[in-house]
């Protein structure tokens, strides 16, 4: 969590949570990235200069893109209320009114997997997400028992987390195909992206999602012009925080393409942050698994956290995130 205060005595306030496996940071060298670079190159600076900072931010360290999300983030929140605006303003405006919501399952054995998805489809969530990526036949299993529960209603997104190679990826599309998944995310490795064009190709008319392999700004211009996903998972928190997350939106959109923004398990400050995001960006229409984070934890960051109604979440509309920061966390 980034807390900046500017010259008028206005707090913003950013949060980013790292993935070791996946992003190649940690709570720990976040702290150490922010602290010895990315600080020096955003004190002294307007935080209405947001590009500014953001490209002074990358001149100062390469990667971690995590670290400088949650400065980001606290940036944005600090020229929201600097100006009385809601951060989606400085996006762009609203593009829609709501965010509608997916649920993101964690590995679980069958039963209690199956016992997970239909409590939150009960909540309202309007899409079930489950992870797959270990066992071929156990994963067909698993989504054809889900779409025996749910019927043809209920969309099932189906996220290997780079699990299969290319040719087992293909065998569980083959295998899944009569399901009817609504998409296939991050098949293949993340650098992989000619193996993950040939499992496109080989799809079975399901959607293939590019995730991991839109880590960066560079990364997502790369995926787009492989051409091997037809969707994209765009999460501010990975690609450098809501900045970079609106310019890889920008990309997806002139390709032609639809996204998603995902989650990594972020409390209410992050989780806020990818909210006036979605609704800012036309591109981001996809039923999003964006409060993944406040569903699995007893605690938050704020007091005043977001909540679902009839699955979808409204934008806040105080100035910033538009979220109260709970102080407390400090002492």
């Known amino acids: 969590m980034v807390r900046v205060v500017t010259e008028d005595g ?8 790292p993935a070791a496996a996946f992003m190649g940071e940690t709570a720990y060298t976040m702290e150490t990235v922010i602290n010895m670079y990315l600080k020096q190159a955003a004190v002294g600076q307007s935080v209405l200069e947001i590009s500014r900072i953001n490209d002074l931010m990358d001149q100062v360290i390469a990667g971690n893109t995590s670290a400088k999300a949650a400065v980001d983030i606290a940036v944005h929140d600090a020229a929201g209320k600097t100006l009385k605006v809601p951060v989606y303003v400085l996006l762009g405006g609203k593009s829609r009114q709501h965010v509608e919501l997916a649920w993101s399952m964690g590995f679980k054995d069958f039963d209690a997997s199956l016992e997970e998805a239909k409590e939150y489809i009960r909540m309202g969530f309007k899409i079930m997400k489950v992870k797959v990526g270990k066992n071929i036949e156990e994963d067909a299993k698993l989504v054809g028992k889900l779409r025996e ?3 043809p209603d209920v969309p099932i997104r189906m996220d290997a987390n780079q699990g299969y190679t290319p040719g087992d990826a293909i065998g569980l599309l083959n295998r899944v195909a009569r399901f009817s998944p609504e998409s296939f995310e991050q098949p293949v490795r993340k650098w992989n992206l000619e193996g993950m064009r040939h499992v496109r190709d080989h799809s079975c008319g399901i959607p293939i999602m590019a995730d991991e392999s839109i880590s960066s700004l560079h990364e997502a211009h790369n995926t787009i012009q492989a051409g091997c996903a037809d969707y994209y998972n765009i999460k501010v928190g990975k690609v450098g925080g809501l900045y970079r997350a609106c310019q890889v939106a920008a990309m997806v959109e002139a390709a032609g393409y639809q996204a998603a923004a995902g989650s990594n398990l972020e409390l ?3 989780e806020a942050a990818s909210i006036h995001f979605i609704v800012s960006q036309p591109a981001v229409c996809l039923p999003s698994d964006a409060l ?3 569903g699995l934890h007893t605690a938050n960051l704020v007091k005043n956290p977001m909540t679902m109604q009839g699955g979808v979440l409204n934008c806040p509309e105080l100035p910033g995130l538009g979220v109260e920061v709970d102080e407390g966390i400090f002492k």
């Open 10 to 17: 206005i707090f913003g306030y950013g949060e980013a949570s």
């Open 149 to 151: 529960i749910f019927g």
């Open 268 to 270: 209410g400050i992050g």
């Open 292 to 294: 993944c984070g406040t």
